[in-house]
């Protein structure tokens, strides 16, 4: 399994929304000018028939060394019965600010 927390090539302080491929990570402003924010707070609504009154959507960037101990380990591992949509990957160790 390939290491999420691999920033070889990257800017390692550079805050994303979630451990992403090195190909992939994007940051929240290219995603808020693409739309990504509006359309999901969209999606919300539509699906469960909310008025935009009804719906607040919220987004947290987080840094990647940061990942396991704000998100990863509260949030993922300590709540599985919450999540309807599992990750792909798992944080096994807990070396040089990983875990």
Known sequence: MSDPWDTAGTEADTPVAAPLPALVQWRFDHLAHAGAFSA?????????????????????????QEWAEKVYRPDILANPQRLHKK?????????????
Do not use: H, Q, R
Not at 88 to 99: L, T
């Open 87 to 99: 990750p792909g990957y798992e944080i096994v160790n807990n070396s040089a600010g990983k875990s």
């Open 40 to 64: 999901g707070t969209d999606s919300v609504m539509s699906i469960l028939n909310y008025g935009a009154e009804s719906v607040s959507v919220a987004f947290e960037e987080i840094k990647p």
